[in-house]
């Protein structure tokens, strides 16, 4: 248990920015989840729409220091990947 005024505070800040932090991670997840959604249901134009938006909210996110700047690029090159695919095999067949 902190014992110092120095301490507590500091242990009062880790409790804000880690209910902060689980928030914006949360609010990525969710987001990610409604481009998976969209992904597979096949439609390219509701996908490129929420790879727009997860894209932001991860940029959003690492600029905070929630998640490092690199994590956030690699999740946004993984999904841009099978974005790509989905409008490669809707051309293919539209």
């Not at 880690?18 to 996908?47: C, H, M, T, Y």
């Not at 220091?65 to 095999?89: M, P, Q, Y």
């Amino acid at each position: 248990m902190a014992h110092s005024l120095s301490a507590k505070k500091r242990v009062r800040q880790n409790l804000r920015r880690r209910a902060i932090n689980r928030a914006r991670k949360g609010k990525v997840r969710a987001q990610i989840k409604g481009l998976e959604k969209a992904l597979a249901s096949g439609d390219p134009k509701a996908a490129a729409e929420q790879f727009r938006l997860a894209a932001k909210r991860l940029d959003q996110v690492a600029a905070t220091g929630t998640i490092h700047k690199r994590a956030a690029a690699r999740k946004k090159s993984r999904l841009a990947k099978r974005l790509n695919a989905l409008l490669k095999t809707s051309a293919k067949t539209g």
